[in-house]
């Protein structure tokens, strides 16, 4: 059984720091996509960031150079450096991970986690 399991998160005043990380577990295919979502009330789900098991990454335009995406392929694991954070930046933040084979893709994602950033 699939389990990706997200820690990290919280609330922090504008223009500081949250890392979050999420571990890939339970699949016997090899992970090629890994990505940060993030949704606001009321609004939708958006990509943050993603890097691919080859260390490509893209940023969305409201985080460049404040948020960086890294990954453990070892561990399975993405990581999400925020720095610079802002009250738009509020939202949960979803992990989302493709484990992937030769005639197999399938995408999963995580709980979820509250980030929040008061001004």
């Known amino acids: 059984q699939v389990q990706l399991v997200e820690s990290g998160g919280g609330l922090v005043q504008a223009g500081g720091s949250l890392g979050l990380s999420c571990a890939a577990s339970?699949?016997?295919?090899?992970?090629?996509?890994m990505g940060w979502y993030r949704q606001a009330p009321g609004k939708q789900r958006d990509l943050v960031a993603s890097?691919?098991?080859?260390?490509?990454?893209n940023y969305a335009d409201s985080v460049k150079g404040r948020f960086t995406i890294s990954r453990d392929n070892a561990k399975n694991t993405v990581y999400l450096q925020m720095n610079s954070l802002k009250p738009e930046d509020t939202a949960v933040y979803y992990c989302?991970?493709?484990?992937?084979?030769?005639?197999?893709?399938?995408?999963?994602w995580g709980q979820g986690t509250q980030v929040t950033v008061s001004s």
């Open positions: 989302n991970v493709e484990f992937s084979g030769v005639y197999y893709r399938k995408t999963y």
């Open positions: 339970g699949s016997r295919f090899s992970i090629n996509f």
């Open positions: 890097i691919t098991s080859g260390g490509n990454t």
